[in-house]
């Protein structure tokens, strides 16, 4: 059964703090990504990564950089967390060349910056 | 620039009913489509997908429909249930500069299926 598991649930920090999220699958997939949902504007792709060490940016790069130094495992990075990266963080991963391109999503993480 | 739009924020049904979610793109390149449910507090769970080759998939009691030349897909859910009430959210696949892929999602409906 595939699965994907994000670090935490839940999560509060202060402003100009530095955050990781982690990420990990155990899918052996080549893709994963980073998301951010907030109300009314749906799934935006914050990075991306489709091999070790390699990384493309998503639509809102902004404030965040990512690492991905082991296949399984990618983490997101908060530099210097403001209150407007306060919301739901969602890892996904997906096979490489896969005709569906369906991705697998973990369970996300709140995170609340004050 | 909102490549896939869900135009209905919330959408609103009886059990046993027929649902029907709405998604616009204008990326005549996209060639692959899904749909996405989620629950509040939990990440999204793929349930449907559609190739531009086709223009209908079924499993069981979701189908998606795709009209290229209008560029609009739906999805049907007949009949409704209560654990049917979700965000449902519409993607499109594209590639990317590295040669992989990513999906485009919509900003999603809220669908209510009251008992």
């Known amino acids: 059964d595939v699965k994907v598991t994000q670090s935490s649930r839940y999560l509060v920090k202060r402003t100009g703090e530095k955050v990781f999220l982690e990420c990990v699958q155990d899918m052996d997939h080549e893709n994963m990504f980073w998301y951010r949902q907030d109300p009314g504007l749906g799934l935006r792709l914050i990075y991306f990564s489709y091999d070790v060490k390699m990384k493309e940016k998503g639509d809102i790069p902004e404030g965040y950089s990512v690492s991905r130094e082991k296949k399984e495992r990618f983490s997101l990075i908060l530099e210097s967390a403001s209150t407007n990266q306060t919301s739901m963080y969602l890892c996904?991963?997906?096979?490489?060349?896969?005709?569906?391109?369906?991705?697998?999503f973990g369970p996300g993480t709140r995170l609340t910056v004050t | 620039d909102q490549q896939v739009k869900q135009n209905s924020p919330s959408l609103s049904v009886q059990e046993g009913r027929i649902s029907i979610l709405n998604c616009d793109y204008t990326n005549s390149m996209f060639d692959y489509f899904l749909w996405y449910k989620k629950y509040p507090a939990e990440g999204p769970t793929f349930l449907i997908s559609i190739s531009s080759i086709k223009d209908k998939n079924e499993d069981g009691r979701f189908t998606v429909f795709l009209n290229k030349s209008a560029k609009h897909l739906s999805l049907h859910i007949v009949p409704s249930q209560p654990g049917d009430s979700a965000v449902y959210f519409c993607?499109?696949?594209?590639?990317?500069?590295?040669?992989?892929?990513?999906?485009?999602f919509g900003k999603g409906t809220k669908l209510t299926v009251n008992p």
């Open positions: 996904a991963s997906s096979l490489f060349g896969l005709v569906s391109y369906e991705q697998y």
């Open positions: 993607a499109a696949s594209t590639p990317t500069q590295g040669g992989s892929e990513k999906l485009v």
